[in-house]
């Protein structure tokens, strides 16, 4: 059955980190009783191999895995794929080309709230694992251009990658140490809103703790999410 | 592909209850990096008649859409079938008799943690939904039986069913107020410990909230899922 307007989670990475996309699928949809929310269908399956890993070529790459997970949704009758981990998106397009349904980029989806909030003159701090940030993932990505402001090696070393394996491990504490420095130092150098380019990142990381305005992608994705499916289902009930 | 130890959450009802359960799975998963934590196949749709309703007879049964939700989760390959909300286990057997899948059913983990932690003699209060109640989903379950304190129908139709129903409308601060003023009542009255036999309810009622210790039903079901699906995992290492 392949309801209409029904959102395909293509989750896992981590597993927090699409607990927490739903949850702001549900936040952003405006109801008063269960049956006013969107149908999610969420295949969380974290036997995915590395994704940073693979991007510098020392580990298997996570695509075949992404497909079979991706392919769960298909079966199970999901009409949209979205995917809430940034770095999975470097694979993006090949999984777009198996899956053969409607997909949702996450980086578009916080592209456009980052343009809509700072403007293409304001300086924007990004904040993601390395391999979204070497492979270009933000940065390379959408026009107009935006003026980045990113993270230095140093950073990258001491505070934002081991505060995104923090998160993972469940140390939230010490996940949440280190990345409101690395934010702290982004506003230092002049950053006046910061993308949270990780899904982890979030979820220790939120507006009251971070010295500027932040861009959450998850949140983005989750909104985007949200209007496809009502968009959908309203579509279904005009053409009844 | 049926991979060993894929848990299936039917969820939706409502879907914060599905994100609950979604996290203390995460929770309850001895894990360091995504890999570790267990896999999971969720179908919130929460287009599900109600449920209470189709128990006094006013509404239409909510089994079809139970079942093609169940079945959504049945091609996406899972394992297991497991329901976060305690009122859907009215439909527990016939469920099972379709879905030919092994499922783990909500008020018997939640029972016998009330069993370890309050054993037969104490006084349980149980707080959960008027189907919940009156069906005996609870009180008629397990042997031996538990010494069980209930809501009265003033109880039920100013607290309780008003608390349950502000958790699905987002009104966070009103579930609490009211939910705990439930439980204090039944507090009052004797009861040692309370189960929370409703998945909204943990989402707004826990431990330091509560007057008493609580049996978190929600909590009790993603324990007794993780344990399901590490011991098939092992299963499948051990005969390789």
Redesign the interface.
């Known amino acids: ?1 392949r ?1 209409a307007g ?1 959102v395909g989670v293509l989750g ?5 980190a ?2 927490d996309f ?2 702001k ?3 952003a949809t405006p ?18 191999p ?1 994704r940073t890993a693979a991007f510098r070529g020392v580990g298997e790459s996570p695509l075949p895995a992404l497909v ?1 997970s991706g ?3 298909v ?3 999901a009409g949209l794929i979205v995917i809430p981990c940034n770095t999975a998106h470097l694979w993006f397009e090949p999984l777009a080309d198996t899956l053969r349904l409607p997909m949702l980029h996450l980086v578009d989806a916080a592209l456009a709230e980052a343009r809509a909030l700072a403007g293409t003159r304001a300086r924007i701090g990004l904040l993601g694992t390395e391999a979204t940030l070497a492979s270009g993932l933000y940065t390379g990505r959408g026009r107009p251009g935006l003026r980045w402001l990113l993270p230095t090696d140093t950073e990258m070393a001491r505070l934002v990658t081991p505060g995104i ?1 923090a998160v ?3 140390d939230t504490a010490a996940a949440t140490a280190l990345l409101r420095q690395a934010a702290q130092a982004l506003a230092d150098r002049g950053a006046e809103t910061i993308v949270l380019g990780c899904t982890e990142i979030p979820l220790v990381l939120d507006m009251a703790l971070s010295p500027v305005p932040v861009i959450d992608a998850t949140a983005a994705l989750a909104r985007r999410s949200v209007a496809w499916s009502l968009e959908q289902v309203a579509l279904v009930a005009s053409a009844a």
């Open positions: 059955m309801d029904v896992g990475m981590g597993p927090l699409t607990v739903l949850r699928v549900i936040v109801a008063q009783v269960d049956q006013d929310h969107v149908p999610v269908l969420a295949s969380s399956i974290p036997q995915v590395d079979a392919q769960r949704l079966r199970a009758g394996w993972k491990a469940g």
